[in-house]
Every structure is written in C-alpha cells, then in structure tokens.
C-alpha cells in the first residue's frame, strides 16, 4: 500500500528558500509582539478592567449586575469578562492571559478578511499590523479593554459578510448580524461599526440592481442584530434591575456623550495622532497614505466599496462623546490592518514580495526601536505606572489584596474613589453600586441627584470597610462644592460610625511606603495622594 505525505509535508518541501526567509522573518516580528504581551501579563488591572472584573465577578457569584454595579456599559463586556474569569481564574494575570487569546484570535481573523481583498503575504502583513497596532501602549492595547471584544465580533461578523458576497446564502448575513449584535452588545460604541456594514452591504446590493433582494438582504443583517440585543435585554428585564440599567446605559449615558467641548475634543485628538505617529509613523503613515491615494490606483479601486465604509465607521466607533481617550483609537487597529494589506499588494505587484517584506520590516523595527524601553525594558508595574500618568492602579492592588486577606467573605468594602478594581481583588462586594465617584463631578442635571443617592445607600449600609482615595486626579479640583460636600460627608461618616485607621498607602508608592495596623494611626504623612484603609471597631 502507498504511503501519501501529509499536504503540510508537501507544502514545506515545495517552498523556496526566499518563501522560507520571508515566511521566518514574519514569525519572529510575530514572536516580539507576543513576547511583549506575556511579559506584561501582571499588569495591575486598570479602573475600566476592574469594572468588568468586579461586574463579571458579581454574575458568577449569582448576583444582579445593574444591582450593584451603576454601569454606562451594556452587559456583553460583563458576560465576556465572566467567560474569561470562568476559564482563566479571577486574577489580573489570567484576564490578560484571556486576552491574549482573544487578541491574536483578531488577528488570524483579520488575516482572514484581508486574505478576501488581496493574496496571501499581505494579507499575512496585514494580521501583523493588528498584533502590532495593538500592543501600542498609545492605544493602551495591552489591557483588556472592551475595544478587544468588540473588534472580535465584529471581525466574524464581517467575514460572514464576505462570505455572503462570494457564496449569496442569506443565512449568513444572519449569523453577521447576530455577531454584530454581540459586538454592540459589548459596548455601545460598536454602533460606527454596525453602520459601516450596513454601507458595505448596501453597495454591494446596488451592484445586483434589485430593490428587492437589497430589502430582504438588510432585513435578514437586521434581523441577526436584534436577536442578541432582544436576549440581552429580556435577561435584564427578567432577571436585573432594569430601572438602574436603563437609567445609566441610555438616561445618564445620553448626558455624558454631551460632556466635552469642541475645543476639548480637538485638544484630544489632535494629542492621540500626535502620540500614534510618533511611535509607530511608517505603518500609521502607510495607512494615511493609502486612505488617500487609493482611489487613484487602478489595482485598488474594486476596494473602497469595502475599505472606506470600514473607515468612517471606525472614525465614528473612535469619535462617540468626542472624549478620544487612547483605547478608542483601537477601533481604527481594524480598518488600519485592511488599508495595509492592499498597500503591501501593491508593493508586492509593483515591485516584488522582497520590497513589501522590507518596507514591513522597517516599520516594524522602527516602532520597536522607539519603544524599546517599553517592550523590552519595562516591567508590568512600571508599565502601568507610565502609561496611565500614576494613577493608583498598583496601589490598588495592594488595598485589594490586603482586604482579600484580612476580612470576612460577607464584609462589605465601601470605594470612595473610582477604583472598583479593588473589590474585585479583595473578592469582596460594595454597599453602593456608584463605584466610581466621576458622575458626581460632572456638568450634568442628574450629579446632585446621583451623589445624595451614593449617600443614602452607604447610610444605609455601613460598610465593615472604607478604603478612602487622597488622589486628587479621583475628584477634579478640591475647590469645587461637589468635591467639598463628598469629603465632608466622608470624613464625617468615618468619625461618627467609630472607624479606625488600619492602613495607608502612599502615591505613587515607590516615592513613599505603607503602613498597616495601629501603626497606622501614629503616622503623618503631608502628601494629598495616599488611599487609607479604616475598619469599623
């Protein structure tokens, strides 16, 4: 009987030396990038991340999620969050781990897409470009932010839609909508996206002529959106507080977007381009260029029908409150890797697959060389210390922690501050469901309302613990009257309920220390950036 090789046996011995170097020299960039990610799998959870985390850890628990936690979010993230602590652990290490999964996940299905507009190298480039794009801590891409998620579901959704294109089964144009769904689902941000889908899928339909078949093929998109959203929403309806979820996801949400001026918007991104482009400018050049020059190429007309839709949608995605914070900018990772991947075909077309390599390599190695510090010399603290301008997020670490050790399962932790990451770590739940003070010190018709409600839950309450934030980035400015009344109602709260100081960590704590214990109670300290810990006698 005759023995057959194995077609992957086949395939490595047809291959040329060249296919051997290019296809070696795209594994190593691809190994720094994971590299990168594993060394900063310790990262202390950022405040977003300890949103999910606590919210995730709450529905494993059994508990109502809009019942203990006042969240902007709609439930995915939390859902997609408890996947994850489900089959990783409850730890910020596994967290990241889970998203290193996902992240590189995004990137084979990005390959995918790309594999659909030109041939195979570049759209092999094109995976690497996401990898790339998302580890920039610009970007912040290294945590586990939602933007991963929703880029996730949204690239299946897009490859269903491509898929369509090719084979015109309805079907899948249902199973698009109902990953376009999920991708909304995980933050309402998605919605540029969803519109971008709609826009391809429209063109696409204008292509066949028939008004018809166009009705019907944006129905059934529509129909596999609502499903997810109708699941969600009955869940909340059924089994949540849905007067707190539709006050903080769509009547306060509504205000918030209102939050930030022309100018404050413009300041923002102007700073995000200006940090993006100096880090990492030959790839994120490469894709300005393309964006404007692809009209004007032959070889890249038949793409813009694709590209451009995927482009305003990302901008949207990016610019919704016009706040531009750095992860919003991962929603351009995606249209970015795209754009990429038709300009290195027409490398490889114009000149060879040696150019494309090349011109790939030294974007590549430039973002590396001018981040060495950061990919290979930073430690997980470190990390987090720069790229979050010293926000107490180590710090919080060690209150959690402490907290996990010291008290009782069923003793409450009250945050005053907008850490929620530190109930997460002590495994233990708040008297409060407003876990980030924010809202209060806002310019919006409800703060007055939101702040005496906070006030009302902790009286009614008491806490067996109180962790106090003295960072000042936590309340605005000190001068303000909100700021005033929430100190004073603290401070207050703690003298009158006989709380004792049994902690005090300094900010940042490499520049001072912490002390634990009655101790505690004999130290001064003139810094105003500190967390303390007090515990009801």
């Keep these: 009987m005759l023995r057959t090789e194995p077609p992957i046996v086949s395939k490595l011995k047809s291959l040329k030396a060249a296919d051997i170097a290019i296809f070696g020299i795209l594994l190593l960039i691809g190994g720094v990038v994971l590299y990168v990610r594993f060394r900063h799998l310790g990262m202390p959870l950022e405040r977003d991340e300890g949103e999910y985390a606590y919210g995730a850890q709450l529905l494993l628990q059994g508990e109502e999620l809009y019942d203990n936690v006042y969240s902007l979010k709609w439930p995915g993230i939390f859902w997609s969050y408890a ?11 596994a967290i ?10 995004t990137a084979y299905l990005v390959y995918k897409l790309c594999k659909h507009l030109v041939s195979s190298l570049p759209a092999l480039i094109g995976g690497l ?3 790339i794009f998302t580890i920039q801590r610009e970007l912040q891409g290294i945590t586990a932010n939602s933007e991963h998620f929703v880029i996730f579901y949204f690239s299946i959704a897009l490859l269903f839609i491509f898929k369509y294109r090719a084979q015109l089964k309805p079907p899948l144009l249902f199973w ?3 990953f376009s769904g999920l991708s909304f689902l995980n933050k309402q941000h998605a919605i540029g996206y969803l519109l971008a889908a709609f826009a391809i899928l429209l063109l696409f339909e204008m292509e066949r002529v028939n008004l018809k078949t166009t009705i019907k ?11 997810p959203l109708l699941i969600a929403l009955l869940w909340v309806f059924v089994f949540d507080n849905s007067d707190r979820f539709w006050f903080h996801t769509v009547t306060y949400a509504r205000e918030y977007v209102t939050l930030i001026t022309v100018d404050e918007a413009w300041h923002e991104l102007s700073k995000r381009i200006a940090e993006n482009m100096s880090v990492n400018p030959i790839l994120w050049g490469l894709f300005a260029i393309t964006v404007i020059t692809m009209p004007f190429i032959a070889l890249t007309k038949k793409h813009w029908k694709i590209l451009y839709p995927l482009l305003f949608g990302a901008m949207i995605a990016t610019s919704i409150g016009f706040y531009f914070r750095p992860h919003y900018v991962m929603f351009m990772a995606l249209a970015g890797s795209l754009f990429l991947a038709v300009t290195f075909e027409y490398i490889l077309f114009k000149l060879s697959p040696v150019a494309a390599i090349a011109v790939f390599v030294l974007g590549s190695l430039s973002y590396f060389m001018l981040e060495k510090e950061y990919l290979f010399e930073w430690d997980s603290n470190w990390t987090s210390y720069q790229m979050y301008y010293r926000y107490p997020f180590r710090e919080a670490k060690i209150v959690g922690n402490y907290l996990s050790a010291e008290s009782q399962p ?8 907008a850490e929620p990451q530190i109930n997460f770590y002590a495994q233990r739940k708040s008297v409060t469901g407003y876990i980030y003070s924010y809202p209060f010190f806002e310019n919006h018709p409800f703060a007055e309302e939101m702040s005496n409600e906070w006030m009302e839950e902790i009286d009614a309450d008491h806490p067996k613990y109180i962790v106090l ?8 400015s000190r001068q303000s009257t909100m700021f005033k ?11 009158d309920n006989n709380y004792q100081l049994i902690g005090e960590v300094d900010l940042p704590i490499q520049d001072g220390g912490q002390i634990w214990g009655e101790n505690a109670q004999l130290r001064q300290t003139e810094s105003e950036n500190w967390i303390r810990v007090y515990k009801r006698k």
Excluded: P
């Design 83 to 93: 996947a994850i602590l489900l089959v990783f652990g409850q730890t910020a290490s």
């Design 96 to 105: 990241h781990f889970g998203v290193v999964i996902l992240n590189v996940s």
């Design 129 to 131: 470009c996401y990898l």
């Design 176 to 178: 698009a909508g109902v």
């Design 217 to 227: 093929s944006l129905v059934i998109y529509s129909s596999g959106i609502v499903l």
């Design 410 to 417: 069923n003793d409450r932790v009250l945050v005053i501050g």
């Design 469 to 476: 934030m003295g960072h000042w980035t936590t309340y605005g």
């Design 485 to 495: 009344k929430i100190w004073e109602f603290s401070a207050s709260f703690i003298s």
